[in-house]
């Protein structure tokens, strides 16, 4: 009798599972189709904003300045 009642709770729960697993792939397709796409979003900090960083700092430009001509925040430049 025991057996029989985890079995059954054991299907619950991977039905449970693929449900959950069909509805996240349906919602990814979907925000496929809007042009969406999950995940972290790219830094701010791409290579052509690296080197313009680069130069700026090699050119005596405070780093206030280069953060506000740049766009970017304090903590991407810094790793630059």
Do not use: H
Request: with cysteine; proline share 2%; net charge positive.
């Amino acid at each position: 009798m025991g057996k029989t009642i985890i079995q059954i709770i054991a299907a619950l729960k991977e039905m449970e599972v693929n449900i959950l697993r069909d509805r996240t792939l349906k919602g990814l397709e979907a925000a496929d189709a809007r042009g969406l796409f999950g995940g972290r979003s790219k830094g701010p900090c791409d290579e052509v904003k690296a080197t313009a960083a680069i130069g700026l700092y090699k050119a005596n430009t405070s780093i206030d300045k280069i953060l506000k001509i740049l766009d970017i925040s304090r903590q991407p430049f810094m790793c630059i």
